[in-house]
């Protein structure tokens, strides 16, 4: 187990920042990559954990420990545009580098569009958009020493409109085209930078609403393969993402929803039966 200042030199394991690290997505992730820095490196982990609370991320630092890892909570709102910056520094300070950065946390406003007030809008983007971008911008130098690797966490809904989130599904798509701007950018520097776009998953935040029978069953109806999503999951393709496995995959987006998006477009294309049918010609417009 480890804590306290950390020079280079005292971790040979991977160096790993990841925001809204203390729930969901952002814990399972941590907690995989604490156990492929053993698989890859043979070495404990340095974990970088940003989150706003203070108390999950008192939780997560003692799972940590528990694997092993050294591990330094930073309590921080990714809305606030010095928190990028910050967390950067205590990397470099406490872990020596950064060779695996996980953009994780974001939210959404609930609004349709005409409806969404401008600071809830703003607050989205800054979130789910300029917090990866700063992040990435301060932590260029040290993923290129690292020759490292970055995933920020999508969605689904960046490549589907999501009805009754307003600016959510603006912000994921900007936020996955970031990645892909960011890896054409910076190739030739060796680092990789995807996305990965979860599918309906259990979080803290939608285990509430999973918690409605009636919603649970209507969601599990269309799901192709039975079930919704864990977050162990979504961290297992981030982990693959950052590993020396996907060291030729670069600028993707890996959508991990259980088949969901494919079904949709499957049940769409169902109708082109009829609609054929209906044209003279045969030919389907569209």
């Known amino acids: 187990m480890g804590s306290g200042p950390l020079s280079d030199s005292d971790i040979e394991g991977l160096r790993v920042v990841v925001t809204g690290a203390a729930q969901g997505i952002g814990r399972a992730t941590c907690l995989r990559l604490a156990r492929a820095s053993r698989e890859w490196r043979n070495a404990p982990a340095g974990i970088l954990a940003v989150d706003l609370s203070e108390e999950h991320l008192a939780e997560l630092t003692g799972l940590l420990r528990d694997e092993g890892a050294h591990v330094h909570p930073l309590v921080g709102d990714v809305t606030d545009p010095g928190l990028p910056a910050r967390a950067v520094a205590v990397a470099l300070e406490r872990l020596g580098g950064i060779d695996c950065l996980v953009s994780n946390a974001g939210f959404a406003r609930h609004a349709p569009l005409v409806d969404l007030e401008l600071e809830k809008w703003d607050a989205v983007f800054h979130a789910n958009v300029r917090a990866p971008w700063l992040l990435a911008k301060h932590a260029y130098e040290a993923l290129r020493e690292a020759r490292g690797a970055m995933v920020i966490v999508g969605s689904i809904s960046g490549i589907n409109p999501q009805i009754g989130l307003g600016a959510y599904s603006p912000s994921k798509a900007a936020a996955i085209m970031l990645a892909r701007q960011l890896a054409v950018e ?79 477009m499957l049940e769409f294309a169902r109708m082109s039966g009829p609609m054929a049918a209906m044209s003279p010609s045969g030919r389907v417009e569209g």
């Open 186 to 264: 910076w190739a030739g520097s060796g680092i990789r930078v995807n996305a990965v776009s979860p599918g309906p998953t259990y979080t803290a935040t939608t285990g509430r609403f999973y918690a409605n029978e009636e919603i649970l069953r209507e969601r599990l109806e269309k799901m192709p393969v039975g079930r919704i999503g864990r977050a162990e999951d979504i961290a297992e393709a981030v982990a693959f993402l950052v590993g020396p496995d996907a060291s030729y995959v670069n600028g993707e987006n890996m959508i991990v929803d259980g088949a969901l998006s494919t079904a949709a």
